[in-house]
């Protein structure tokens, strides 16, 4: 079965400075992979995902990912960090089987500090 | 057009009563997923359903979980004899299966069990 683990529940960076979340999977076929975004009261929106095309993949807000076959890992990153980006950011893999069912991981905070 | 609706936004209930709670997929989509999110965790996956075919319930916690969809519209989580551990945010996504296989997630539903 496919699982996710986010390192760092809590990550806090400077407005401007990079912006780094990390998110390493376990899958048992070639996965599909996925990062979604949540604001205070909001539901997910997707911010890119991995569909085994291209292994960087960029996404919407300035965020791009890199898929890592051999370190099983799929970092979210941004150059620059703006206040608007203060969020909580999940990475999922997507099931194996036919129901396209979501496996997330536990999320990392953002904060940004002025 | 209208992305995923659910309705209540928030709803608080007495320990032992019963919770329905209500989701409007985008017109179109086929297939319909409910998670649950816990307090400081990532998504849970609860239950599938897909057209005609037969649920997958195999996220379901207990038997006091249930969930029905009438065709590919409206679908409703029901809670019996609700307890405190079943306060979270319960999420509804759907997806259309075909071309990019995107979930799209509604606002989710707070539910507080007191």
């Known amino acids: 079965a496919q699982s996710v683990t986010q390192l760092g529940s809590h990550v806090s960076v400077s407005e401007g400075a990079l912006v780094l979340l990390r998110c390493n999977y376990s899958?048992?076929?070639?996965?599909?992979l996925f990062w979604y975004v949540q604001y205070p009261n909001q539901g997910l929106q997707l911010l890119l995902k991995y569909t085994s095309a291209a292994t960087l993949v960029k996404g919407i807000n300035g965020f791009e990912a890199e898929f890592k076959k051999s370190e099983t890992s799929f970092h979210l990153t941004k150059p620059s960090a703006h206040m608007s980006d203060a969020a909580e950011y999940f990475c999922?893999?997507?099931?194996?089987?036919?129901?396209?069912?979501?496996?997330f991981g536990s999320g990392t905070r953002l904060l940004v500090r002025p | 057009g209208a992305g995923v609706s659910q309705s209540p936004s928030n709803k608080v209930t007495e320990k032992g009563k019963d919770v329905e709670l209500r989701c409007d997929p985008i017109s179109g989509h086929t297939a319909l997923y409910w998670y649950r999110q816990r307090l400081g965790q990532g998504l849970e996956f609860l239950i599938y359903f897909q057209g005609n075919s037969a649920p997958d319930k195999s996220g379901l916690p207990s038997d006091r979980f249930s969930a029905e969809r009438t065709g590919e519209s409206v679908s409703t989580l029901t809670i019996q004899r609700t307890q405190q551990e079943d306060s979270a945010v319960y999420l509804c996504?759907?997806?259309?299966?075909?071309?990019?296989?995107?979930?799209?997630f509604g606002p989710g539903t707070r539910l507080t069990v007191t």
């Open positions: 899958s048992s076929v070639p996965p599909y």
């Open positions: 999922a893999v997507r099931e194996g089987d036919s129901s396209y069912k979501l496996i």
């Open positions: 996504a759907s997806m259309r299966l075909a071309g990019s296989y995107e979930q799209y």
